[in-house]
């Protein structure tokens, strides 16, 4: 009595979904939330792809990355703020199409918006529902 290994065939196998290629739709999505265009989408997946082998970014990928934008700074709780926000499917890790929506955001100074929307939320959370409270802060 060992263990088994499973008898499951190819066919039964659960399906991984691929994080290297990079589809039409995924290219038109971005192109639509950023100011990119398919070429440029398509050079900076090349990018992504030689900093994340299999189209994962993981946290401390991410973390690393962030370290070099801001070498002396202590990037660690903003990183993980930044990357729960962004892993929207809770897996873990950043697909391309996350990442460069992200990287588009933080260049355009769209990501105070959403930062000023998680402070909003919070307050919420925690019975603080007057919007004047979040002016206050800002």
């Known amino acids: 009595m060992g263990h088994q290994k499973s ?12 994080f290297t290629a990079l ?10 939330h950023t100011n990119l265009i398919d070429n ?8 992504f792809l030689k900093i994340s082998k ?3 970014l993981m946290k401390e990928q991410f973390t690393s990355i962030l370290q070099e934008i801001w070498p002396t700074g202590n990037v660690h709780d903003f990183s993980n703020y930044l990357f729960n926000l962004c892993d929207k499917d809770q897996k873990g890790f950043l697909e391309f199409t ?11 100074g769209e990501i105070i918006d959403i930062l000023l929307y998680s402070i909003y939320f919070l307050l ?12 206050k802060v800002v």
């Not at 008898?7 to 691929?18: A, F, V, Y």
């Not at 440029?40 to 990018?47: G, I, K, L, S």
């Open 124 to 135: 919420k959370k925690f019975s603080f529902n007057d919007e004047t409270v979040v002016l």
């Open 40 to 47: 440029e989408v398509c050079r900076r997946h090349d990018q």
């Open 98 to 108: 996350e990442f460069i929506i992200l990287n588009y955001q933080l260049n355009n």
């Open 7 to 18: 008898k499951l065939s190819n066919e039964q196998q659960p399906i991984e979904k691929e």
């Open 23 to 32: 589809t039409f739709s995924q290219i038109q999505y971005i192109c639509r």
């Open 54 to 56: 299999d189209g994962r």
